[in-house]
């Protein structure tokens, strides 16, 4: 998940309070122009006791990983995200090390910021869904102000809400459904919507589906996440274009 928002609205505090409700491993790594990929991944190093190089694991190594102010780090550092994210795993001199299967990404990024260094659009594309969080309500923000430290109980276990997501029915209309839409992205622009896009845009229909307490998907759900899955890809709005696109036939 790519959040993109003003500094100090809560980006960090939503990775850690999935976390904890989710009951999951969380490590925060603060993306910068001097960071190196072994920042990330971890480094060998040679232990004298042992006589022999050892894996010191890094932060990618946990369940929820915060990238912060991931567009901050050159390139170089950015990409040691990309196998990770693609096949949860890492590869150090040779060696592939596997990530837990629960691994997920939540990047921040802030907009209008001097130099910064903007992520291609392979490693765009690798995030499922962005989103912004924006200021909140004014009753909402009083609440913060308010209350600190608020400990969610955990609901479960994301295992769990894995499964229950995957037994979320979906009909052959809904596959087609996605499946014009992706065309219809393809045709508006270059490059359009690609395969792992339509799986993103699959996969949260069901977990809205889901949370709107429903067992299976309809066409709805998938209009209603289209624009967080498709505003990072393709360019703000083209979730509006596509649909009214979708519409006119």
Known sequence: MLIEDVPGVGKTTLAKTMAKVLGVEFKRIQFSADMLPSDLIGVNYFDVKKNEFVFKKGPIFSEILLADEINRATPKAQSALLEAMEERQVSVDGVSYKLSDDFFVIATQNPDEHGIYPLPHSQLDRFGISIGL????????????????????????????????????????????????????????????????????????????????????????????????????????????????????
């Open 134 to 249: 924006g200021y909140p309500k004014r009753e909402f923000e009083k609440m913060i102000l308010k209350s600190q430290n608020i400990e969610p109980d955990s609901i479960g276990g994301v295992s769990y809400l894995k499964q229950k997501a995957k037994e979320i029915y979906v009909d052959d209309k809904i596959y087609e459904l996605i499946l014009t839409l992706g065309e219809i992205s393809r045709n508006m622009y270059k490059p359009g919507l690609s395969t792992r896009a339509l799986k993103a845009l699959l996969e949260i229909s069901k977990s809205y589906a889901m949370i709107e307490g429903r067992e299976f998907v309809i066409d709805e759900d998938v209009f209603v996440v289209l624009e967080f899955v498709a505003n990072h890809r393709l360019e703000k709005n083209a979730y509006k274009k596509i649909i009214q696109a979708y519409h006119q036939g």
